[in-house]
């Protein structure tokens, strides 16, 4: 049988399902009825609440699309990832949100660079990009802005379940079947089916359908693992930089200090393997220790306190699927791929795919055999263009070399305005900065070779520093007391 030959809901207006499912919400989750069919039916079910699924679940429902989004947890819920970037402010316009997450936030205007290894600090703001439209973000909590989005979908007439875990997801000529274990507010377990016409898997870390399909690679060249916890009491910069996020290197990586509008302060070390291996006590008085291998961010929280007395860590971070596409689905953000959050991308590659995806998902469901096919071939492109652009400085992100040209920007060739454009998310519109940025690229090769001793011991020493050891299970986050 194929879906489009099933009589329910199916291409029926957005406001009428949304209308009858208004009169069946009565058990307290948003949704849920108390009598269900033993099999519901959709046009699209999207995997995850976050940025990615939840913009991608709005766009569609918009459309007049049956939409289902599936949330594993319950919102709000915690998450890394505070840090937003100018070219986000473009994509929550588009869902009518900005004023929501501008209430949440604070304005973030630039970066500061602090380097052990030099006595000034370097700042640079995003004001100083190629395009001088996108001068500022915001620092967000990601469990606010989260439920923000997780909200407006529901409110674009998406059906929105929380606490519910997909099982499996089985394919065939028609649809999909997805099977998943719904916990309600009293621990309640039950199981619920859906036959969808395509599947948007936005499951971040757990990257549900890459695993289903074998496709998830760790990336060799960026093996890295994170402790991160959340203070009060932190120093914060004054007046306009403020809400600037700080990144700060030490020994064995860098660090993250991004303040928060409600007084609190996000501070994560990202770090090789190595260094994690040679913990020999636990991990707050750890993640203290090394706290202390950064002076200036050390001197910012001495008289700090470490919120519920908390660290978290994650290993094995960076990874990406052989392909993000096939006839009945889409793999969007972290689902995909995840990068090193140095340069606070992850939300905005998470929803800029989800634009990206809802068009690949319309073609598929109101186009052609063939123009389905050419959409899935552009968005694999597309998608492959975020991490690789900024993938390049990740991975030298540790070298002196780089390390040496952020601490003293310049502006010869106007790469200083390019680097701010990659900086700001400025990569996918027409801001013609690509030939600035190979001069920057330029410019590193150039130094690099001058100093051959330097640049080769650096190679070297990551060489050994992104080797897995197996210290950390790269998809479990720990939280240690």
Not at 101 to 113: D, H, P, S, Y
Not at 208 to 226: M, T, W, Y
Not at 309 to 316: E, Y
Request: glycine share 8%; charged share 25%; net charge neutral.
């Amino acid at each position: 049988m194929n879906l489009q030959d099933l009589p329910q809901d199916i291409g029926r207006s957005a406001a009428d399902r949304r209308d009858e499912r208004a009169d069946e919400r009565s058990d307290g989750l948003t949704g849920v009825s108390v009598e269900e069919p033993a099999q519901e039916l959709c046009d699209v079910l999207v995997i995850g609440g976050g940025p990615a699924g939840a913009t991608a679940a709005a766009l569609l429902a918009q459309q007049g699309r049956s939409v289902v989004l599936l949330e594993k947890a319950h919102h709000p819920r915690f998450h890394i990832g505070e840090s937003l970037l100018p070219a986000n402010v473009e994509l929550f316009d588009k869902l009518g949100v900005r004023d929501q997450v501008e209430r949440i936030g604070l304005q973030k205007f630039g970066i500061e660079f602090v380097s052990p290894e030099h006595e000034h600090r370097a700042y640079v703001e995003f004001a100083d990009a190629w395009n001088k439209s996108m001068p500022y973000s915001w620092q967000v909590r990601r469990s606010d802005l989260d439920e923000i989005l997780f909200r407006n979908a529901a409110a674009r007439g998406a059906r929105t379940l929380e606490g519910c875990r997909v099982r499996d997801v089985d394919f065939d000529a028609d649809g999909a079947t997805v099977q998943a274990d719904l916990t309600d507010a009293q621990g309640r377990k039950t199981q619920r089916t859906w036959r969808t016409q395509f599947v948007v898997d936005a499951s971040g870390r757990d990257t549900v359908l890459a695993r289903k399909f074998g496709i998830k690679d760790n990336n060799p060249e960026h093996n890295s693992s994170a402790l991160f916890g959340h203070f009060t009491g932190a120093e914060r910069l004054e007046g306009r930089r403020e809400g600037n996020i700080s990144i700060c290197w030490f020994p064995h990586g860098w660090f993250w200090f991004i303040p928060l509008a409600d007084g609190t302060t996000s501070v994560g070390a990202v770090c090789w393997p190595y260094y994690l291996k040679s913990r020999d006590k636990p991990l707050k008085e750890f993640f203290h220790d090394t706290i202390a291998m950064a002076p200036e961010l050390a001197r910012r929280l001495r008289h700090a306190t470490l919120v519920d007395d908390t660290v978290h860590a994650t290993g094995n971070f960076s990874y990406d699927a052989r392909h993000c596409t096939g006839e009945r689905y889409l793999l969007l953000g972290d689902a995909f791929a995840f990068i090193d959050p140095m340069f606070s991308s992850g939300v905005y590659l998470a929803m800029h795919s989800a634009f990206d995806g809802a068009e690949v998902v319309a073609t598929h469901l109101d186009g052609s055999a063939v123009q389905a096919a050419r959409a899935r071939k552009r968005f694999e492109k597309t998608m492959r263009k975020g991490p690789r652009e900024y993938s390049w400085f990740i991975y030298r992100v540790t070298n002196p070399t780089i390390r040496e040209m952020f601490m003293y920007p310049a502006n010869p060739l106007r790469v200083k305005e390019a680097l701010m454009s990659l900086l700001a998310g400025d990569i996918y519109g027409k801001t013609p900065y690509a030939l600035s940025l190979k001069a920057f690229k330029g410019i590193y090769y150039m130094i690099s070779l001058a100093n051959l001793r330097r640049t080769f011991n650096g190679w070297k020493r990551k060489r050994v520093a992104v080797r897995n050891l197996g210290l950390l299970n790269g998809e479990t986050i720990q939280q240690v007391k």
